[in-house]
């Protein structure tokens, strides 16, 4: 397993670096990432290439047995670019350029920005691509940079739309410019959605798109110039976990594999310890779940680029990790398919934004606490774990993750309070305290390679989905739809149906209303079988059963002849529905068991609160992960078999220590299987 750090040599005297090569490799780190910033070091005017010092650091890493992964450095132009021509540097939406000085700043329609992004690119994978010693790219920092509305990009957005849809008929079609007679007559007469525009939803969400494709087409620029120089090396780049703003699926179509960057929750002291004085289990829930995504969205292992070392911050910094945390953070990705991992950063800058964002090593470079608990998790990672690399993380549960519902909803959220990544998280939770592998998939995957389908929120349905989707149950899938599902087409017209619109056949109900609720109003649930009651919140469809049965319903007066959820046997398969947010979370984990005993699978008992459970596996073995995300010692039943970190046997019941990890190794006994227990 590749782990190391993130290193600028450029901000630290020639001298200290054997100093920081020699820590590192005491430190057991075999790579480090370098020079994603360094554009002004590498052209420092126009024209004027100074690459020899990157190569010497290079060099210096290969003396070490340290491999190398190297940034493309595009994500900051220099000012001597910005100052020289003006027009690289994006505009806000107030159609004022923006100011030199932070970073991601730049247009990527702009023909001259290209022009000087391939040749830089081009300049340092011609030089460096074929070194012995690097293994790897990343491409740029982060992308994901904010919209940009120059007229470069206008006149890009209207090509876009131009290939998308053939005609001005077509596009006022599609955005419904009917209303408010907003038609246009020419594709010049595109403008880019804003308040005057009143946010048109489709051109809210073919905006998003083409804001996506912009970025990866970009990327996809560099890639072909690393690949061509640079052969035999893997391409990625860093990812953020949740960030609207890309559609991951997509900017991963290029790449090997993905990375990603994970600070959970260490910039704000507000939110990551409980009123008990043990550590927030909720940003480690959102971890574990952007890992799901990030693994998601190219369907294999993937790399931490930037694992949180320490306090982290801009202006303000948050809480320092607590002994065995930084390792715990480590393995947790790792349980879900890490199969590369590099701290950021090696040491604490002493200049610039980003001196209180904290490294292993502090502004002294005193290799301290942190440093000790990075080399501990290195040289077990290496060591005692290597066996885990390349194997897979195998789910039979999959919960789609549609960027354009969630962009549709930026322009609309329909109900106040509706947050698309919330809406996911909430069934997420139920399968991940029952220690549950789950894949997020897009709404183009292939469903039927699932036994049950999550579909939240999936505001916007293409009638395509929606009949893959009743394929998918009728040919033997469990599905979960819920609020607001199926609401919208591609272009983000209201379909003009009945809702669940074509899902009606396989949830067998219909909702001929519904309706939004205050935050603190309340409506009784009772379950139609048992005593079992819940509050539902927020929103609310009013669901009559057709060929469905309701599971639960409504108690409040008032709505008291509709469901809440339902069940509907459809073909071989079982559709259930959901129409309003229930607030506890026992309601999820019973879910959870409903969906899995649909589908025949185990139903694991819900884990005792703090630890967490996830398989990865090989041909041959199976390794059930429980990590301990409390700081205090914590009960598990333990899978029997070989406990890979200190090579001892181990099974049933067992206490794990304060943020403690356990990895148990066993044999697989059968073709595919890939059950929890
Ligand atoms: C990441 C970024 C790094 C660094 C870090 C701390 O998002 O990729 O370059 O800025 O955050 O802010």
Redesign the pocket.
Known sequence: MYVGVDYYPEHWPEERWRIDIALMREAGFNIVRLAE?TWYRLEPSEGQYELQWLEQVVDLFEENDIAVVLGTPTAVVPLWAARKYPEIMSTDRDGHRTEYGVRKDTCYNSRVFNLMSDRIVERLTAHLGEHRNVVGWQVD??FAGPKCYCVHCLSAFQHWLQEKYGSVVALNEAWGLHFWSHNINDWEEVRFPNALWSNNPGQHLDHCRFHSDVNVRYQRRQVETIRKNSPGRFVTH?F?GFAPELDYFDLAEDLDFVSW?N?PNFGDVRGTIRSDGDLDLEPRIRASAAADLMRGAKARSFWIM?QTAGP?G?GEFGRNVWPSELRNIAFQQVAHGCDGMLW?RWRTSTAGR?QY?HGLLGHDGEPGRRYQEARTTALELTGACSGIVDSDVLAEVAIVFDYDSRWAFEAQPAYSGCDYVQSVLRYYEGFYRRGINVHFISSRAEFSKYRVVVASHLYVLPDETASRLNEFVKTGGVLLADCRTGVKDETSLCHARTLPGLLADSLGIRIDEYESLEDSFIYDVRATRGHKTYSAGLYSDWIRCEDATSLYRYTTPHVGDFAVLTINRYGDGRAFYLGTIIREDAFYDELAARLLTAARLPVPKVLPNGVQVRTRCTAAHLYTFYVNHLNREVEVDLAHGRDIITDEAVGGTASLGPLGVVIVENERNGEGDDDDE
Do not use: K, L
Request: glycine letters at 0%; hydrophobic letters at 40%; zero cysteines.
């Open positions: 910033f920092n982060e860093n953020m960057d600070y930037e982290t801009w950021f980003e964002w």
